[in-house]
C-alpha cells in the first residue's frame, strides 16, 4: 500500500528477475526491493517496505517514477520516454544486491492528456513527503521536465525551506536553459533559477558535458548572466571533472543530482530522446556517481531521458540502472 501522504497515479507493481535462490547471498534488486508503506518518521520500528538494510544507519531509498514525455513533445522530440520508468526497474532487478539500505518503490505519477504542470505538482509533493520522512528519493524519469517536477520536491522540503543551500548538478550535454512561452523539457533550470530567485536563494547550477555545437549563443549568454558553472564534453578529462564537482559542492550543504543520459555518447546510450555525437565517457560519469555518493551532501537524484523505443538492447536503460546503484551504494 501506498503511504497516505503521496498521490500516486500507478502504485507500486511486482518486480522480477532471475532467482538463484533465498539467502542474502543471492539476493538481487527485485528481491530486494518493497514497495513503499510506512515512512521512517512515522514509526520507530519500520521502514519503507518494513524491510531492515544490513547498516541500520544508512539512510533508506525510494524510488519514484515520473512517466512523461509531453516536455519532450513540447521540445519538439522524439517521444517515448513516458515508458522509461519501467525499463529502468526492468534493468535493475535482476542486478546483484550489495546496498546496505533498504529501498522501497512508491510507484509512478504519471501525466496524461498534456497536463504536464499538473503531474510535475504532484510528482514534487511526494518526493517533499519522502524527503521529510528521511528518505534519498530517487525520481524515475521520463523526460527532462522531470527536473522541475524534482525541483519543486526538494525546493519544498524542509532541508531546503530550513535554510541548507542547495545545489543543483546537472550532468547533460544541455544546459535547458530555454526561454519558451510552456514549460517542456528544454526550460526546467530557467524555471528553477526563477523560482529561486523568488524565495531569495541563490541559484546555485552546474553543468557537466555541454556540447557547445548543441547549445545556441542565447543559452551560453543566459548561462552566463545566471552564474551557471559548466565544463564542456570535450574538456571532460577525469582529474578537471573531479576538480570541478569538489568545487561545486564545496559551496552547498545539500545536493539535487540529475542526469540526462544524452551526456553519453549513442555507442553507450543510444536510447535517448537527442543521442549525442560526442559525450562524456561512461567511466567519467560513472566516476562522478561515486564522488558525489561519498560526499554525504545528495539528498535527491534523478535520471531522465531515456527512450526505450530507440534503445538497442536495453544498453542505456541497462547504464541507467548501472548509475542508480552506483549512487545508492
Not at 21 to 48: I, K, N, T
Not at 321 to 328: D, E, I, K, P
Amino acid at each position: 500500500m501506498v503511504s497516505p501522504a503521496l498521490t500516486v497515479d500507478v502504485p507500486p507493481q511486482p518486480w522480477t528477475g532471475r532467482f538463484d535462490g533465498e539467502g542474502a547471498e543471492h539476493r538481487r534488486w527485485w528481491q530486494a526491493v518493497s514497495p513503499y508503506a510506512v515512512a521512517p518518521s512515522e514509526s520507530s520500528s519500520d521502514l519503507p517496505g518494513g524491510a531492515a538494510p544490513l547498516n541500520a544507519g544508512a539512510v533508506p531509498a525510494v524510488l519514484l517514477g515520473f512517466a512523461s514525455d509531453e516536455g519532450v513533445r513540447r521540445n519538439k522530440g522524439r517521444t517515448g520516454a513516458a515508458a522509461a520508468p519501467a525499463a529502468i526497474r526492468a534493468a535493475l532487478g535482476p542486478l546483484a544486491f550489495h546496498l546496505d539500505r533498504a529501498v522501497a518503490d512508491a510507484g509512478d505519477v504519471v501525466v496524461a492528456d498534456g497536463a504536464l504542470e499538473a503531474g510535475q505538482a504532484r510528482a514534487g509533493q511526494a518526493v517533499a513527503a519522502m524527503l521529510d520522512a528521511g528518505c534519498l528519493t530517487v525520481m524515475l524519469g521520463g523526460g527532462h521536465e522531470t527536473a522541475f517536477a524534482s525541483y519543486l520536491g526538494v525546493a519544498g522540503s524542509a532541508e531546503v525551506r530550513g535554510g541548507r543551500r542547495l545545489g543543483i548538478l546537472n550532468l547533460d550535454a544541455h544546459f535547458d536553459l530555454r526561454e519558451e512561452p510552456l514549460p517542456s523539457s528544454g526550460t526546467p533550470f530557467l524555471q528553477m533559477a526563477r523560482a529561486e530567485a523568488a524565495a531569495g536563494r541563490e541559484f546555485r547550477y552546474a553543468v557537466l558535458g555541454i556540447s557547445e555545437a548543441n547549445n545556441t549563443k542565447a543559452l551560453f549568454d543566459t548561462a552566463g548572466r545566471l552564474g551557471v558553472r559548466y565544463l564542456a564534453d570535450e574538456d571532460c578529462a577525469p582529474g578537471e571533472v573531479q576538480d570541478f564537482v569538489a568545487q561545486f559542492l564545496d559551496g552547498v550543504d545539500v545536493l539535487y543530482l540529475t542526469i540526462d543520459l544524452d551526456v553519453l555518447p549513442a555507442s553507450v546510450a543510444p536510447g535517448v530522446s537527442a543521442p549525442a555525437a560526442f559525450g562524456v565517457p561512461l567511466p567519467v560519469i560513472g566516476a562522478v556517481c561515486r564522488q558525489v555518493a561519498e560526499s554525504g551532501k545528495l539528498l535527491h537524484l534523478d535520471v531522465a531521458e531515456l527512450n526505450p523505443a530507440f534503445d538497442i538492447d536495453g544498453r542505456t536503460a541497462k547504464v541507467a540502472a548501472r548509475l542508480v546503484n552506483t549512487l545508492l551504494r
